[in-house]
């Protein structure tokens, strides 16, 4: 699969395109969300309205206060099944509340670990092929 470089929404127009992906979330398939591919982070990270509109309970869901990108925020998490293009896997997400951001990160053990990734940025395309048996048709 191959997929442009996108402007990341709530940045000024003058921002550098980054390698961002739309991902179907289970239980909100008419929203693809965009998220932004974070070399940089361990786990996936959504703003917790996505668990509520996904219909996931997180109220038994371990909480963690986590510090990020100039923000401190409180995470839960829990399995959530994603699409991207044909492909459909499932791993953790951890539910951010509060999340500034308009956009999602995926992170190397919820994104990465499921997908060969190579970034082009010269030519700001990303390529992505699933790993062997890791992800099945959507």
């Known amino acids: 699969m191959r997929f442009p470089f996108k402007e990341l929404p709530g940045t000024l127009s003058s921002d550098y395109l980054r390698p961002a992906v739309p991902v179907i979330v289970e239980g909100i398939p008419r929203a693809p969300q965009l998220c932004l591919l974070d070399t940089g982070a361990l786990h996936n990270r959504f703003g917790a309205w996505t668990a509520e509109a996904a219909g996931i309970d997180l109220s038994d869901a371990d909480e963690q206060r986590v510090a990020m990108g100039g923000f401190v925020t409180n995470s839960r998490q829990a399995p959530l099944g994603m699409t991207l293009g ?20 995926l992170g190397q053990e919820g994104f990465f670990r499921w997908f060969n990734v190579r970034l082009r940025a010269a ?8 790993e062997r048996d890791s992800v099945t048709l959507a």
Not at 86 to 105: G, N
């Open 86 to 105: 044909d492909f459909t896997w499932e791993a953790p997400v951890w539910f951010c509340e509060p999340w500034p951001l308009a956009f999602h990160l």
């Open 123 to 130: 030519a700001y395309e990303i390529d992505i092929t699933p």
